[in-house]
C-alpha cells in the first residue's frame, strides 16, 4: 500500500547506514526527529464539502485528504507536522472522456476548480489547493489506465492518461517494446502528468525527453476536445503540442496520450568510471556529449556527492577495498568524482559506443570500474527516493533543485549554488549539506541536480521558513547563472515567481490569452506556473 505521508510503498523500508549517519551528524549536528501526526488526526481538520452531490464524486475525508497535495517538502511538513490547511471538496475518478466532459458541464455549472491529479508525485507544489474561495474537485486519472492501441508497425501505442510508468512497462515489455520513459518516480508518476510537467526520464539522451516521445492524443478542455493527430513530422503551422506540454492542467485534461515507442534493446548497461577532479570529468563527458557517441545516460557527481554516494552505499568492506584501489590508482580520496555512463541499443552498438567513450576517458584521466556498480545502480534507481523517509524519521529534511545551462555557465552555476544554499541557514546557525550531479548531458551544455540536506525543527514554521531560505537561495542563483528555472520538475507554485524573467512579459501575455481563451472563468488549476 502507497505511504501516505512520505515516498513509496509502506513495506519498504531503505536503512541509513552508519557511515551516512556519521556524515551528517559530522556535516549538520544531531538529528531532529520530529512526532508524526496520525492519519486520524488529520482527518478532523477537513472541513464539510462545498460542491453538491454528484454521482461520480466522492467526498470522504480519507479521499480527500490522500488527494490534497504531492511530494514537495511543503507537502511534507503540512502531512507530517498535521499543519495542512487545505483539501479538495472532493474526488472523481472518472473512466472515459465522456464522464471528463459531464464533470466539466458540472464544474462550470456550479463554479468549481478542476485540479487534474496523475500520480500525485510533484515536487513543486503543483497540486496545492488554491487560496481562492470556490470549492475544489480534484480529478483523479488513476482509472483511465488501459492500453487503448498498439500500431506495432509504425511503433506507436495510445494510453488512458493516468496510467503509472510501472503499469505502462508491464503492458508494453511483454510485446517487446518499451516507452524508455523512467524518471525517478517511475512506480506512482502517470503518462499524462509526464506530458503536463515536461518529464525526463533518467535514459532520456538515448529514448528521449517526454517532448519527443509524446506524439499526439486528446485534451478535454472546459470549452470542448483538443484532438491532436499523430503526424511522423508536420509543417503545418505552430505545433500545438508544444502548448500542452507542461501546461500544468491549466489547460484542460489530458485523456488520451499517444507515444513513440521503441523495441527493447538488446543490451542496455551501465558503467561506473571515476575521475582525479571535477575538471577532468566534465571535460570527459562534454566531450563524449559532443562526439555524436550513443549513450543512454551519463551521471557526473561532483566529489561532495561521490563522497556521500560512497558512505551511504553501507557495504563498509567493499567501499573500503574502492576507496584503497582508487587510493593506489593515484585518485585523491577528496576530490574523486564518480559517473556512470549507460549505453543501450544492440549489442554492436553498444560495443562501439563503450570503445569509443572509453578512449576518451582515458584522455582525461579517468578510470574504468567495469558494470558491477551500474548494475547495483540500476537494481536500485527507484529505492533512492526511500532514503527521504528514513532520514526524515532520523530528523532531516531532504530536497533537491535542478536547473540546465550551457557549457560555460555549468561549473561556476553549480559552485554558486552549492555556496548560495550552504550560507542560506546562518540566522539559525544551521549548516546545510549539498551535493551535486549532472544528470543529463547535452552537445550545448547539461543540467545540474543538486541535493540538500538540513536538520528539522520543533516547528512546522520553522521547518518550512528555513525550506524558503534554501529554495530561494537556489532558484536565485539559477536564475543569475542564466539558467531554466526547471530542467525536468516543471514549475508549479514553487518556481512562478520566477517565470517570467525567462519568458518575459510579452510570453507571460501570450500564455495568459490561451489558458483564458480555453478556460473563460479560470477554473483550471489556477496558481500554478503562472498567477
Ligand atoms: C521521488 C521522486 C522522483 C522524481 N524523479 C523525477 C525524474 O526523474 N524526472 C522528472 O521529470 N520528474 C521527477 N519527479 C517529479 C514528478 O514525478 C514529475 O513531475 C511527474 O511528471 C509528475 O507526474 P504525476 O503523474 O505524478 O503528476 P501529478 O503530480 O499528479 O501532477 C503534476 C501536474 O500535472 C497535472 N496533470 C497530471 N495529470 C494530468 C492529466 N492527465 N492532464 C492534465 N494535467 C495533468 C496536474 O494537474 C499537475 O499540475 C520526481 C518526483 C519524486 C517524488
Not at 497540486?127 to 482509472?143: C, E, F, G, T, Y
Request: aromatic letters at 8%.
Amino acid at each position: 500500500m502507497r505511504r501516505w505521508n512520505g515516498w513509496g510503498d509502506e513495506s519498504i523500508h531503505v536503512a541509513l547506514p552508519e557511515e551516512g549517519a556519521r556524515l551528517l551528524r559530522r556535516s549538520l549536528g544531531e538529528g531532529r526527529p520530529q512526532t508524526d501526526c496520525t492519519f486520524e488526526s488529520l482527518l478532523h481538520r477537513i472541513p464539510a464539502c462545498r460542491i453538491p452531490p454528484h454521482p461520480c464524486i466522492q467526498t470522504d475525508a480519507p479521499t480527500r485528504l490522500i488527494h490534497s497535495h504531492g511530494q514537495s517538502l511543503p507537502d511534507w511538513v503540512g502531512l507530517r507536522a498535521g499543519s495542512l490547511e487545505r483539501f479538495p471538496d472532493g474526488v472523481a475518478f472518472p473512466e472515459n472522456s465522456e464522464q471528463v466532459e459531464d464533470l466539466f458541464q458540472f464544474c462550470r455549472a456550479q463554479h468549481v476548480i478542476v485540479i487534474p491529479h496523475g500520480g500525485g508525485t510533484s515536487v513543486v507544489g503543483h497540486l496545492q489547493i488554491p487560496a481562492k474561495d470556490l470549492p475544489v474537485l480534484s480529478l483523479s486519472m488513476k482509472r483511465m489506465n488501459q492500453m487503448m492501441a498498439l500500431n506495432a508497425t509504425d511503433q506507436l501505442a495510445t494510453f488512458g492518461a493516468g496510467i503509472s510508468g510501472l503499469q505502462l512497462e508491464g503492458t508494453l515489455q511483454p510485446k517487446g517494446f518499451t516507452l524508455g520513459h523512467f524518471p525517478q518516480s517511475f512506480e506512482y508518476s502517470s503518462l499524462g502528468g509526464w506530458v503536463a510537467t515536461r518529464s525526463c526520464g533518467q535514459q532520456s539522451s538515448y529514448y528521449g525527453r517526454i517532448e519527443d516521445l509524446y506524439a499526439g492524443g486528446e485534451l478535454i478542455s472546459p470549452i470542448g476536445r483538443l484532438v491532436l493527430p499523430n503526424f511522423p513530422a508536420s509543417a503545418a503551422g505552430p505545433d500545438l503540442r508544444q502548448l500542452v506540454l507542461g501546461s500544468e492542467g491549466r489547460m484542460g485534461v489530458l485523456t488520451r496520450v499517444t507515444v513513440r515507442l521503441s523495441r527493447i534493446p538488446e543490451k542496455d548497461d551501465v558503467y561506473t568510471f571515476f575521475f582525479p577532479t571535477w575538471q577532468s570529468g566534465i571535460s570527459a563527458v562534454r566531450t563524449i556529449a559532443r562526439a555524436g557517441i550513443s549513450f543512454s545516460m551519463m551521471r557526473l557527481s561532483n566529489p561532495a556527492e561521490t563522497r556521500t554516494l560512497l558512505s551511504l552505499a553501507g557495504n563498509k568492506g567493499k567501499v573500503d577495498w574502492l576507496e584503497r584501489y582508487l587510493r593506489w590508482r593515484g585518485l585523491p580520496r577528496d576530490h574523486a568524482c564518480i559517473c556512470l555512463i549507460g549505453f543501450t541499443g544492440t549489442r554492436r552498438q553498444v560495443r562501439t559506443a563503450r570503445c569509443e567513450s572509453l578512449a576518451v576517458i582515458r584522455r582525461n584521466n579517468g578510470i574504468a570500474l567495469g558494470k558491477l556498480l551500474g548494475k547495483q545502480w540500476k537494481k536500485n534507481r527507484f529505492r533512492t527516493p526511500y532514503l527521504r523517509n528514513t532520514l526524515w524519521n532520523c530528523g532531516y529534511a531532504v530536497d533537491t533543485f535542478e536547473t540546465a545551462v550551457n557549457w560555460d555557465g555549468v561549473t561556476a552555476t553549480l559552485t554558486a549554488i552549492e555556496t548560495a544554499v550552504g550560507d542560506s541557514l546562518a540566522a539559525w546557525k544551521e549548516n546545510v549539506h549539498a551535493f551535486s550531479h549532472l544528470s543529463h548531458v547535452y552537445p550545448t551544455g547539461s543540467s545540474l541536480y543538486t541535493t540538500v540536506v538540513f536538520r528539522l525543527a520543533d516547528a512546522a514554521e520553522e521547518i518550512l521558513a528555513r525550506w524558503r531560505a534554501i529554495k530561494a537561495a537556489a532558484c536565485r542563483t539559477i536564475t543569475a547563472g542564466g539558467g531554466t528555472i526547471s530542467h525536468q520538475h516543471g514549475v508549479g507554485t514553487d518556481h512562478r515567481g520566477y517565470l517570467e524573467k525567462e519568458k518575459g512579459s510579452l510570453g507571460i501575455g501570450l500564455l495568459k490569452q490561451v489558458y483564458r481563451h480555453i478556460d473563460p472563468e479560470g477554473l483550471m488549476n489556477p496558481e500554478k506556473l503562472i498567477e
